[in-house]
């Protein structure tokens, strides 16, 4: 079969691999129908995640259609149209248990590899890198879902592919920032970064009830979506002297009840402190350009609370002593997508969110290394590159 793999850093290409296929009997083939570059595949693209192995197929968000199914699967068919959490659950160990999915105790084969830095691994995800399980990604035109019974969620007759397709990780990923601020009715939520996540954080802050959203960032036609299809406010951040200023004068003094934090290791920003993290990067001292980061700490309002998103490493120079006089709440976590994804399924059936508008540049699969290229420089207004394996799909 034809995929997207990894061959070095900055070293992308389509090629042959051997064919996706079932080894436990719990597992699931798909055919890929679409696959969704994302904001966190640049930091191994760049090489700034370490366990990449040449000849990797990257890509963990996407949709299929289920050509093979394993001798213990029992609710997925051959013929159903899914899609698939970026991480993969057993559903069955203690995290999965409290629908804390993306810790997963089960899927991730090489937790070794991860213990020694975080302590605990992580759950196993497509396309990450060996640390992250090894697992093939979704950039090509069948992938291998293990626990398919836990981790395929059908997709409603009414939802076409593209919009069902940022059901598997933007979306859910943003959901959950939103979910985990605690909103009430009335709360002012500023939320850095209008990458998808990000626009997904702002649209499902609002859907619960936040009363002002503001989204913050420098990329014309992202703030431009922010305000046409999510209806929040923007600041570009490159046009005025402080954005921590600019959110305490808005909100009257007081600062954003929370602040979602959607940009990840490879910040782009301002001023001195931005510098020495893209020298300190530069020259691998530190994994993390943490720039926004550390202004939402400073920016949110007293008691408030910062949810982080973003991926990140090791980051230097964080604020603590600002978390524990200000008496702010962090909160993160990576996506626990089964938790949301049935919700989020009828959310947009009802039109009550939209995604298809991300899809901005869609194309085949053999196109793929030029749309990494695109989504990465940020040019033609990309904010999302997707690729269809089995030909170009409209966006709506």
Not at 22 to 27: F, M
Not at 100 to 112: G, K, V
């Amino acid at each position: 079969m034809r995929a997207l793999c990894w061959n070095g850093p900055n070293d992308l290409a389509v090629e042959t691999v051997p064919d996706a296929r079932l080894v436990n009997p719990r597992d699931v083939v798909l055919e890929v129908t679409l696959s969704s570059v994302c904001g966190s595949d640049l930091h191994i693209v760049d090489g700034y995640l370490p366990g990449a192995l040449p000849g990797d197929v990257i890509g963990h968000e996407f949709t299929g259609r289920v050509v093979e199914v394993g001798p213990e699967v029992s609710r997925v068919r051959v013929g159903d149209r899914v899609v698939v959490p970026s991480f993969i659950a057993c559903g069955n160990c203690w995290y999965c248990e409290r629908e804390l999915y993306s810790l997963c105790d089960t899927t991730n084969p090489h937790a070794a590899t991860q213990q020694p830095l975080l302590g605990y691994p992580s759950g196993g995800i497509y396309g990450y890198t060996q640390p992250f399980g090894g697992y093939a990604g979704s950039h090509a035109q069948f992938v291998r879902v293990p626990f398919g019974d836990v981790n395929c969620f059908t997709v409603p007759d009414a939802l076409d592919d593209t919009s069902a397709l940022f059901a598997s990780d933007a979306l859910p990923t943003g959901f959950m920032g939103a979910d985990l601020c605690g909103i009430t009715p009335g709360d002012t939520v500023a939320v850095f970064g209008a990458g998808a996540v990000g626009l997904m954080a702002a649209a499902s802050a609002k859907l619960m009830g936040a009363d002002r959203v503001l989204v913050v960032d420098r990329v014309p036609e992202r703030l431009h979506l922010a305000r046409t299809r999510v209806g929040a406010e923007t600041v570009d951040y490159s046009e005025v002297d402080s954005v921590q200023e600019f959110l305490r004068e808005t909100t009257g003094g007081r600062g954003p009840d929370a602040v979602i934090e959607a940009v990840g290791m490879e910040a782009h920003g301002t001023g001195v402190q931005h510098v020495v993290d893209r020298a300190k990067q530069a020259l691998r001292l530190e994994t993390d350009r943490a720039t926004p980061l550390r202004e939402a700490v400073l920016a949110v309002r007293k008691a408030g609370t910062v949810v982080v998103l973003g991926v990140y490493g090791l980051t230097d120079s964080f604020p603590t002593g600002v978390v524990l006089n200000k008496g702010l709440t962090i909160r993160s976590a990576q996506q626990h997508g089964q938790r949301y994804v049935p919700r989020l399924l009828e959310h947009l059936v009802a039109g009550e969110l939209q995604t298809s508008f991300l899809a901005t540049h869609p194309m085949s699969l053999e196109d793929g290394v030029r749309g990494y290229e695109m989504f990465k420089d940020k040019t033609d207004g990309c904010v999302r590159a997707v690729f269809a394996p089995g030909g170009v799909t409209t966006p709506a």
